[in-house]
């Protein structure tokens, strides 16, 4: 069974500081995804990760991947009022064949509040 | 271009009753997918259908719970003999085969 594990699933920071969010997965995936919640509202993609080392970054956000560690890092740069919402990792449950699209496992969220 | 819509966006029921959510995916999109998300929790997966085919319906909770897509674009996802357990939000996403699932703004359905 596929399991997604964020962490922190909380996290309180100022604006203009950085931090990291973890997401690890438990078994091999060819696609990791970010997705954005805001309260009320759906999901909002962020980042599509397809390959080991994988690298893609948009505005302050920037998301990586490492398929051997199996793990994915979202890292926030100069935080700002605005990013303030709830990150969701999800990896895809199809096999590494590409074969096919299939549904997403998520992790729990982390829920970000950026304080000025 | 329009995104997956879904109605209704929101759901009153009583213990017992039947209920039908619909999803209208984003036009051409193969795949569409249907998540229930608890409160503070993320979605987690129901069923998928690649065209008109259910594909895989492994995260239905119980056999109370049905969809369909049979001419392969809108979607209903049906509820029966709805339980408290039930209240959750239902999200619907489509995607090319295979990419990016876009999702929906979601039915908020409440059983009392």
């Known amino acids: 069974e596929l399991k997604v594990e964020q962490n922190p699933l909380f996290l309180s920071m100022q604006e203009g500081k950085n931090y990291t969010i973890y997401c690890n997965y438990s078994t091999t995936s060819d696609r990791l995804y970010w997705y954005r919640q805001d309260p009320g509202k759906s999901l909002e993609s962020l980042f599509v990760?397809?390959?080991?080392?994988a690298v893609k970054q948009e505005g302050r956000l920037m998301a990586s991947l490492d398929t051997k560690a199996r793990l994915s890092t979202l890292h926030i740069t100069a935080a700002v009022h605005d990013l303030s919402a709830t990150y969701f990792c999800a990896v895809d449950m199809s096999s590494g064949s590409g074969g096919g699209a299939d549904g997403l496992t998520f992790g729990k969220g982390t829920h970000l509040i950026i304080q000025p | 271009g329009a995104g997956v819509s879904q109605s209704p966006r929101y759901k009153v029921a009583k213990r017992g009753q039947d209920v039908a959510l619909r999803c209208d995916p984003i036009s051409g999109h193969v795949s569409l997918f249907w998540y229930q998300q608890a409160l503070g929790q993320g979605p987690e997966f129901l069923t998928y259908f690649q065209n008109e085919a259910q594909l895989d319906k492994s995260g239905l909770p119980s056999d109370r719970f049905f969809a369909e897509r049979p001419e392969g674009s809108v979607s209903t996802l049906k509820i029966q003999r709805t339980q408290q357990e039930d209240s959750a939000v239902y999200l619907c996403?489509?995607?090319?085969?295979?990419?990016?699932?876009?999702f929906g703004p979601g039915t908020r359905l409440l059983v009392l």
């Open positions: 996403a489509s995607s090319d085969l295979p990419g990016t699932q876009y």
């Open positions: 990760l397809l390959s080991n080392g």
